[in-house]
């Protein structure tokens, strides 16, 4: 997961409005670095005119053919067309990125997420699980900003399901450009002081950003808690989450281990995860 | 509860169909029996939306039926642990 270092040497901002991408040192992207290159580029550099792609390889083949290039150049306002048309690399499995700016859009997929999962071989339990996992975390992102996006700007969630058939793995990807795990829950935990004792917290049983008493002194929060079930006592896998600058590797039910806690990141998560299935 | 759509998530689709299933429980003393059949996917928010609530305001006046699925039966479980709750099932 050391894909940040990887990210600065790829995204170069030269003058007159151009976003330079230079795959040169690119061999691989995973899922989470490509959100995270999503939301670098937005939040780093705000008002594009122009794509230039050098050096490139099957990285960028690769991010053509999932509409990477295309769906960026669409939020900064202009057109992006390709060179030459987006080589399939991932027609084996699935790969899609979707950026939107209201979670009804995520909803409209979600039947045909989990049709695609079936038809790539998976079984309806797992099917379901990957579905229910996908859609509670897309859930959480707008949930959690609601009404405290940074700007209408920010108000963003870029997602990446790809599937490794080889692999027997999904691995998603959900990053928003919100107020990250702290300003969520600081207004209800207000002796939170940094990111990862918000995270730690999130990722405990009931721990819930809503006010206290909420639904008649009910007040369930369980997103980050099944996702952690799912991937702990069931499918196995890994998962990772940032908020802003931190990023961490949830080990165990509840455990974790900081990774980096100076990423150049001043707003929003990432929730990454992978789910292996049989 | 495919009358609901066989894809049941967010929390306010859930807290809408809480609204609908309150008022009924309301306007009677029976208990109401929730069958699955044909759900395929349920995401603990809904799930705790809607059942998380009814168990708290009408304990012991739910029952779950057909939550055969390991998917179904995971948002259950996640709801039952994180909200110290006992769903009773058919």
């Given amino acids: ?278 | 509860m495919n009358k609901y759509g066989k894809f049941l998530h967010s929390r306010e689709e859930g807290e809408l169909a809480y609204r609908k299933i309150r008022d009924l429980l309301e306007k009677t003393s029976d208990d109401f029996i929730f069958d699955f059949e044909g759900v395929l996917v349920l995401a603990p928010s809904y799930c705790d939306e809607v059942f998380g609530k009814l168990q708290v305001n009408f304990p012991n006046r739910i029952k779950i039926k057909n939550n055969t699925s390991h998917g179904l039966k995971v948002a259950f479980e996640t709801v039952e642990e994180t909200g110290g709750l006992n769903f009773n099932w058919v």
């Avoid at chain 1, 792609?53 to 990477?68: A, C, E, H, K, Q």
């Avoid at chain 1, 829950?185 to 990862?196: A, G, S």
């Avoid at chain 1, 819930?208 to 099944?226: E, T």
């Fill in chain 1, 1 to 278: 997961m050391d894909s940040h270092k990887q990210l600065k040497l790829l995204l170069i901002h030269s003058l007159e409005n151009v976003l330079v991408f230079d795959f040169q040192e690119i061999c691989l992207l995973d899922s989470f670095a490509i959100t995270e290159l999503f939301v670098l580029a937005l939040t780093s550099y705000p008002n594009i005119k122009k794509f230039e792609i050098r050096n490139p390889n099957s990285v960028s083949d690769y991010l053509n053919s999932v509409g990477f290039f295309k769906q960026l150049a669409a939020i900064y306002n202009f057109t992006y067309k390709p060179e030459a048309d987006p080589k399939a690399l991932h027609n084996k499995g699935i790969a899609i990125l979707t950026a939107h700016e209201e979670k009804s859009t995520f909803y409209a997929q979600a039947e045909n997420i989990y049709s695609i999962l079936l038809s790539s071989g998976l079984s309806n339990d797992t099917a379901s699980i990957i579905t229910a996992s996908f859609l509670e975390v897309i859930d959480n992102a707008f949930i959690h900003n609601l009404g405290k996006w940074p700007t209408n700007y920010y108000k963003k969630v870029v997602t990446l399901i790809h599937h490794h058939e080889f692999k027997k793995e999904i691995a998603i990807s959900v990053a928003d450009l919100g107020i990250g795990f702290l300003g969520t829950l600081k207004e209800r935990y207000p002796d939170l002081t940094n990111e990862t004792e918000s995270i730690a917290l999130a990722l405990k049983a009931n721990t819930s950003s809503r006010p206290k008493n909420f639904a008649n002194q009910y007040s369930g929060g369980n997103g980050l808690f099944y996702l952690q079930k799912n991937i702990f006592n069931g499918l196995k896998g890994e998962l990772y989450i940032r908020s802003t600058n931190t990023l961490l590797q949830i080990t165990s039910l509840e455990n974790f281990q900081i990774l980096n806690s100076e990423l150049p990141y001043k707003y929003g998560a990432n929730i990454f995860f992978k789910l292996k299935y049989v």
